[in-house]
């Protein structure tokens, strides 16, 4: 096999070997990055304690508890119309020696984090959603019926084995990720309490941001606060329309401070740090992604040498 190897890369022409070189490297690139990413985001659950909800510091938080839908907002998966609170989904048609996607989607509807100590509204936009299982099937024809394919799970969380159910060769392949009520759920990501009267308010913040969504308005800003009625907003009409967005932020804020405190998970202010929604726990999550940083890694070293290797051969013929 080796001797078979030295061949190709010493007889191959300059285009197919360079552009063998490349995938290679590329690839090799790419297992490292891969390997970064995870490391980042094992080290940033091992160093981040868990937090109570009642309790937790505004800010950058790792919370765990179980999932369950908001009362007012079920949510029912497309394809299998299974309850949830939260689903992912495609399509895919499959070709000869190629398949396309031709419908996803993600579900954004909010859903609640409860905890021993309270509980959380989880905003999932722009989450990395883990699952413990997804649902794959096929069937002959696009849309199907709702119907429940079997769960499988795989090394990588989200890959898993295809498992054909009721369309033996079929031609559309649906594939649904769900998580479920009463689930349990393990978090990562920018932790803020709304409203009661621990809120801290930033009053000039919520003034600028009330004034720049009525600039955007321009004329509605001219009907309200133009009033010598010459197209324009003067400084003293300016004055007025600052004194009138203070009293409304400041009646807002009094409104708040009144209503119960809502705690709410979203994505991190600060780009970097990663969101994370998982059905697996913190030790069984923490596992899977050291074994994906060392596969990956160990998948670079491999790359990265076979891409030397070729060169030094290629070079010595």
């Known amino acids: 096999m080796m001797d078979d190897a030295i061949r190709w890369v010493t007889q191959a022409t300059p285009a197919t070997f360079w552009i063998s070189f490349t995938l290679t490297a590329v690839a090799a690139v790419a297992a490292f990055v891969y390997a970064f990413v995870f490391w980042h985001r094992l080290r940033l659950i091992e160093d981040t304690p868990t937090a109570r909800i009642r309790s937790a510091a505004q800010g950058y938080a790792e919370l765990s508890g179980r999932a369950e839908s ?96 009721g369309g033996i060769g ?57 009033g010598n ?13 600052r004194r009138t967005a203070q009293h409304e932020v400041q009646q807002a804020q009094l409104e708040r401070s009144i209503e119960p405190l809502v705690h709410m998970l979203h994505k991190p202010d600060q780009s970097g740090r990663p969101y994370l929604l998982s059905a697996l726990g913190e030790a069984e999550l923490t596992r899977r992604f050291r074994r994906i940083a060392g596969l990956s890694l160990g998948g670079f070293f491999l790359l990265g040498a076979a891409a030397v290797w070729m060169v030094a051969v290629r070079l010595q013929a």
């Not at 909010?110 to 722009?126: K, N």
């Not at 009625?229 to 007025?240: S, Y």
């Open 70 to 165: 908001m009362d007012e907002m079920p949510v029912v998966a497309p394809l299998s119309g299974e309850p949830c609170v939260w689903y992912r989904y495609k399509v895919e048609k499959l070709g000869d020696k190629h398949s396309r996607v031709i419908d996803s989607g993600t579900s954004e509807a909010l859903f609640l984090l409860v905890g021993s100590t309270g509980r959380c509204v989880v905003d999932p936009e722009d989450a990395k959603v883990v699952v413990r299982r997804k649902a794959v099937w096929h069937a002959h024809r696009y849309p199907s019926p709702p119907r429940r394919g079997r769960d499988v799970g795989g090394l990588f969380g989200n890959l898993s084995l295809v498992v054909r159910l």
């Open 229 to 241: 009625d010459d197209g324009e907003i003067d400084a003293q009409e300016w004055a007025e329309a």
């Open 170 to 226: 079929g031609r559309y392949r649906y594939t649904e990720e769900r998580l479920r009520p009463g689930e349990p759920l393990f978090a990562l990501g920018q932790f803020t309490s709304v409203g009661g009267s621990s809120e801290a308010f930033d009053t000039a913040q919520e003034v600028r941001d009330l004034l720049r969504r009525w600039k955007q308005d321009r004329q509605r800003l001219l009907q309200r606060f133009d």
